[in-house]
C-alpha cells in the first residue's frame, strides 16, 4: 500500500517570505499523480497544485511550486511571498490509477505572521 | 454551481440513532468517494463507487453503508451511530478516461457531531 508522509506537523513563515513543506511517499508504482491541498478553516479541499509522475518538471502555479525528486520520492510544496491567506491546512495527496483512490499525508499547518 | 455538494453541512445528533448523508455531483464524474476527516485531521478512504459499483471497500464498520442511486449521487447512511464516528465526512469525485487527471473534486464537507 502507499504512504504519504508529511514530518513537519506545524510550520510557521512570515508574511513575505518563503516557506518549503516537506512530503514523502512510498509506492511501487512508476505511473501516478501528486498533488498539495489546502484546507483552511472553512474545511473546504482545495487543489494548490499537481505534478505527474512521468513530467520531470516541476510543476508550479503562481506563488506555489514543488520540488519533485521522483527517486528520492520526496514531493516539497515552496509557496514564495507568503500571504495571511495562505494560513491553512496543507495535505500531500497520491493518486495511481492501480489504486484508484487518493491517499493524505496527515498535513502541515501553516501559519503565516503578520 | 456548486461542483460537488453535501446535505447536510451539519448534523448533531444522539448515540444510537441512524441518519444520513447526501452527495451529489454535477460533473458528469464516473467515480465518487466518501472519505473521513477525524479530530487530527486525518484523511481516510471509506468508499469509492464507479458507475453506481462499489470498487473501494476499506475496513469500515458495517454499520456505514453507501448506496449509489446513479452516478451522480453517492449517499452514506450510518446506523446505530457511537461517539467515535464524529468527524468530517467528505464527498468526492473524480473523472475516468482520458480526462482523468488523478484530481478529486471535494465537497464541503458534513461535521457529525455524535452526543
Known amino acids: 500500500a502507499q504512504t504519504v508522509t508529511q514530518s513537519q506537523p506545524e510550520m510557521s513563515v512570515q508574511e513575505a517570505e518563503t516557506v518549503t513543506l516537506s512530503c514523502t511517499y512510498d509506492?511501487?508504482?512508476?505511473?501516478?499523480?501528486l498533488f498539495w491541498y489546502k484546507q483552511p478553516p472553512s474545511r473546504q479541499m482545495i487543489l494548490v497544485i499537481r505534478?505527474?509522475?512521468?513530467?520531470?518538471q516541476n510543476a508550479t502555479e503562481n506563488r506555489f511550486s514543488v520540488n519533485f525528486q521522483k527517486a528520492a520520492k520526496s514531493f516539497s510544496l515552496k509557496i514564495s511571498d507568503s500571504q495571511l491567506g495562505d494560513a491553512a491546512m496543507y495535505f500531500c495527496a497520491y493518486f495511481s490509477n492501480a489504486g484508484n483512490m487518493l491517499t493524505f499525508g496527515g498535513g502541515t499547518r501553516l501559519m503565516v505572521k503578520p | 454551481d456548486t461542483a460537488v455538494s453535501q446535505t447536510p453541512k451539519y448534523l448533531v445528533t444522539q448515540m444510537g440513532n441512524d441518519k444520513s448523508i447526501k452527495c451529489e455531483q454535477n460533473?458528469?464524474?464516473?467515480?465518487m468517494y466518501w472519505y473521513k476527516q477525524d479530530s487530527k485531521k486525518f484523511l481516510k478512504i471509506m468508499f469509492s463507487?464507479?458507475?453506481?459499483?462499489?470498487?473501494i471497500n476499506e475496513t469500515v464498520p458495517n454499520r456505514f453503508s453507501p448506496k449509489s442511486p446513479d452516478k451522480a449521487h453517492l449517499n452514506l447512511h450510518i446506523n446505530s451511530l457511537e461517539l467515535g464516528d464524529s468527524a468530517v465526512y467528505f464527498c468526492?469525485?473524480?473523472?475516468?478516461?482520458?480526462?482523468?487527471?488523478?484530481?478529486?473534486?471535494f465537497g464541503e464537507g458534513s461535521r457529525l457531531t455524535v452526543l
Open positions: 468526492a469525485s473524480r473523472q475516468e478516461g482520458l480526462a482523468n487527471t488523478g484530481e478529486l473534486f
Open positions: 505534478q505527474e509522475a512521468y513530467k520531470q
Open positions: 460533473l458528469g464524474h464516473d467515480t
Open positions: 463507487y464507479n458507475n453506481k459499483e462499489l470498487i
Open positions: 509506492t511501487s508504482e512508476s505511473d501516478y499523480y
